[in-house]
């Protein structure tokens, strides 16, 4: 049997007074992945493994059951179309704000408080232009769209150890924290820091940014690495399938990369917004026709999250509901029965994310037919089926799923999914 998957980045989520003490989901009008979890099953899955941070390269890694660390800078390097290479590292690079607190400095704002694409390449010009690199080094920053950019370093014999250029915490999870204790420690990534430190020096003549500093309260004032690495080996995803050929869509350049560099075909929409949306679908219909297995990977309420935008967090989680799901549970276009699965993940806390999955066959969702055997045994161990009674079941697509059964590992999720 095919099987679609949906992956809605960010959808997850903690209860927020703006949403009067509900979560984004529950806030949303989300009648379509509704629909998908009354007529199928559904639950609550662990995202990320012990001691990670929550992400998409940490959830996609979970769900295809890879074994390696997915540095985040080297996946959306990929993404992006950026050759690395032998040995060079790549993070991911944020500009942003941070403040003096009473003590320490603080993160403020791990989106910059606002920067423009413009501002965006403007600010990554002029740090390219005035970063003071030794003469066997190559420090490469590539923008790639408002307050996010690319990271490059390579330096001839230079090797640092994983958790060396690790060591930098994503800036989104630390907001209002002391920066102090995210920072590497370690001396063969010291470079690194004495970059981030640099930046601020550099920063403070920018011209667009000392204006905007005259005229706003915050602005972007410092450059943050995190995610670096080099280049991950990833087993074929079609191996961790059983098998099965795959392809996956994305707006998310993680997402690509990590498709990229598992030998997955992969696709991006050309658009963006509600163009772009219809593209996905458009992209995965036509791929299911050809290939045994295709993801979706939508990540605007993650980037609507990020930047404390709420309503267009909300507004976020609508659109995927009602220009991809809906479509695509009412035909996904494998013109034989279909496994369609939703996924959605967290930024910014680690509690377990809500699925929901049916089978698409004859026009119309059904529930998923029982595995037996081996597989089904399995299942029914870690539904908890044979040694709990069940919780109350909702047809409600949020974070409640969460509390029907033991969370599935991603192991058992795709094991579920793919199961004859």
């Known amino acids: 049997m095919k099987s679609l998957v949906v992956l809605g980045c960010g959808i997850a989520g903690e209860c927020l007074p703006d949403f009067e003490g509900r979560t984004p989901v529950e806030a949303a009008d989300t009648s379509s992945l509704d629909k998908l979890t009354a007529c199928g099953e559904s639950g609550g899955w662990e995202t990320i493994r012990p001691g990670g941070w929550p992400g998409p390269e940490a959830t996609l890694s979970e769900f295809f059951g890879i074994n390696e660390t997915l540095p985040r800078g080297p996946l959306e390097a990929v993404g992006a179309g950026v050759d690395l290479g032998e040995g060079e590292i790549a993070f991911r690079a944020n500009f942003v704000c941070l403040r003096p607190g009473t003590t320490s400095v603080l993160m403020f704002d791990a989106a910059g408080c606002g920067i423009s694409d413009e501002e965006g390449a403007s600010i990554t010009a002029h740090l390219n232009g005035n970063i003071l690199c030794d003469s066997d080094e190559v420090i490469r920053l590539i923008s790639l769209g408002g307050y996010r950019a690319l990271l490059t370093y390579q330096k001839r014999g230079f090797k640092a150890a994983d958790q060396a250029i690790a060591a930098f915490s994503p800036p989104h999870e630390i907001m209002g924290q002391p920066i102090g204790g995210h920072l590497p420690t370690l001396n063969e990534a010291r470079r690194f820091v004495h970059i981030v430190n640099d930046s601020q ?9 000392k204006k905007k500093q005259e005229t706003a309260m915050f602005a972007a004032n410092s450059l943050w690495l995190w995610g670096g690495g080099v280049l991950p080996r990833i087993a074929p995803i079609f191996r961790l399938l059983g098998g099965r050929n795959a392809v996956m869509v994305s707006n998310c350049r993680a997402a690509l990369g990590m498709g990229q560099l598992g030998g997955a075909q992969v696709g991006q929409p050309s658009e963006t917004g509600a163009a772009g949306r219809a593209e996905m679908v458009k992209a995965a219909r036509e791929a299911l026709r050809e290939n045994d297995f295709v993801m979706l990977c939508v990540d605007d309420p993650a980037e609507a999250l990020l930047a404390s935008n709420f309503e267009g967090l909300t507004a976020s989680i609508e659109a995927i ?40 066959r004859a026009g119309a969702l059904h529930p998923p037919a029982p595995p037996g055997g081996l597989t089904g045994l399995w299942r029914n161990l870690t539904r908890g089926r044979l040694t709990a009674a069940p919780s109350p079941r909702t047809d409600v697509f949020s974070e409640k799923l969460c509390e029907n059964w033991p969370p599935l590992s991603g192991k058992a999720l795709r094991m579920r999914l793919l199961a004859k």
């Open 201 to 209: 020096m550099i920063l403070a003549g920018h011209p667009g940014l």
């Open 321 to 360: 509901d009602k220009e991809i799901i809906g479509p695509l549970i009412e035909d996904p276009g494998a013109g034989e029965p279909c496994r369609i699965l939703a996924l959605s993940d967290r930024v910014g806390s680690l509690g377990p994310s809500p699925w929901a999955m049916a089978e698409w």
